[in-house]
């Protein structure tokens, strides 16, 4: 198993950025495909990036294409997104979340694709 801890969230105004970590601890991160989720209260989770165990893929969702880029670093055993031009529509909850790298993952993935969840963290855009 792996364990994931995000961290980096908190209140910003809108045009702002923040930076989402997720730590990870367990078995190899390397082994791992990495994503990034949201839920806003009310709303269903919904895909926001997802990153290739080695990096050199990765998808987004529209809605924030060009405004957020995700990365990792498998020495550190950690996933980011680095979030900018916030709007208060990307308030939510933010999830990171595993899969293991042999099984395919679309480039529009759902929620039920990954296998490990954070707890979350936090994101108010103020208007």
């Known amino acids: 198993q792996v364990q994931l801890v995000e961290s980096g969230g908190g209140l910003v105004q809108a045009g702002g950025s923040l930076r989402l970590s997720c730590a990870a601890s367990g078995r190899t991160f390397s082994s791992y495909a990495m994503g990034w989720f949201r839920q806003a209260p009310g709303k269903e989770r919904e895909f926001v990036a997802h990153i290739s165990s080695s990096g050199y893929i990765t998808y987004y969702a529209d809605s924030v294409k060009g405004r957020f880029t995700i990365s990792r670093d498998n020495a550190k055993n950690t996933v980011y997104l680095q979030m900018n031009s916030l709007k208060p529509e990307d308030t939510a909850v933010y999830y990171c979340?595993?899969?293991?790298?042999?099984?395919?993952?679309?480039?529009?993935?759902?929620?039920?694709?990954?296998?490990?969840w954070g707890q979350g963290t936090q994101v108010t855009v103020s208007s």
């Open positions: 979340a595993a899969v293991p790298l042999y099984k395919v993952v679309s480039t529009t993935p759902i929620a039920r694709d990954y296998d490990y």
